[in-house]
């Protein structure tokens, strides 16, 4: 792939991952998730570059199948090209397996997360949902509030033996964390159960703050 760089502007080669099963190579999770993956430093100038690579990342112990899709251009044809890296004439071996579509590699590198700590992602949206209800609720500057309500939200890890949620986010220009009680998950599931029609009904769903915006008011 030819990468113009973001800060010097010269052009570069980086060779890019374009599809990722840590079944086979168990190697490449670690580079997945510090994000090496999908970045390359220029020879020139040195200033790292996002290469913004569409990425197919299969887990099958976790079953887990996530396809990064920056530009959104889910086409019939990647379809067909996914099918085909799965070897699969049979769609019925994706039976059992969570797909997803992302839109980033901090969110496929949050879901990888999630799904290794055995939580459900679409219950997590709804936990950074009531977790910013909660944060916003502390602040008294309409700003702050705001700008707590539009930041991303990532989970970053299950914390402590009463397994507290911690959360990153980008605040103030700098990185700042959030922990909850397990409580809120558990509640968050209890909401998502009583509400089936959250779930998605497509193979390939984008489970992200604008999916559960169109159920909470
Ligand atoms: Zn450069």
């Not at 052009?11 to 993956?37: C, I, R, W, Y």
């Not at 887990?59 to 699969?88: C, F, H, N, Y």
Request: a negative charge.
């Amino acid at each position: 792939m030819n990468i113009h760089c973001i800060d010097c502007g010269l052009p570069f080669e980086a060779e890019v991952t374009g599809s990722v099963n840590v079944g086979e190579q168990p190697h490449l999770k670690e580079k997945v998730l510090d994000g090496s993956l999908f970045m390359k430093a220029c020879p020139h100038c040195g200033r790292v570059n996002l290469l913004g690579q569409a990425m197919l990342y299969t887990d099958p112990d976790q079953r887990l199948l996530l396809w990064l899709l920056p530009g959104g251009e889910e086409t019939k044809e990647m379809e067909t090209v996914i099918k085909a890296r799965l070897s699969v004439s049979d769609p019925s071996i994706l039976e059992g397996y969570t797909t997803r579509i992302v839109r980033s590699a901090g969110d496929l590198m949050e879901k990888v997360k999630i799904f290794d700590a055995g939580l459900d992602d679409l219950v997590m949206e709804l936990c950074k949902y009531v977790t910013k209800m909660e944060l916003t609720g502390q602040e008294q500057d309409k700003t702050r509030q705001r700008a707590i309500t539009d930041a991303p939200f990532k989970f970053f890890r299950l914390d402590g033996p009463d397994n507290e949620m911690e959360f990153s986010y980008p605040l103030d220009g700098k990185m700042v964390g959030a922990r909850v009680g397990f409580n809120v998950y558990e509640d968050c599931a209890g909401i998502v159960s009583r509400n089936p029609s959250m779930r998605p009904s497509s193979p390939f769903p984008v489970i992200d703050r604008e999916w559960v915006g169109r159920f909470i008011g």
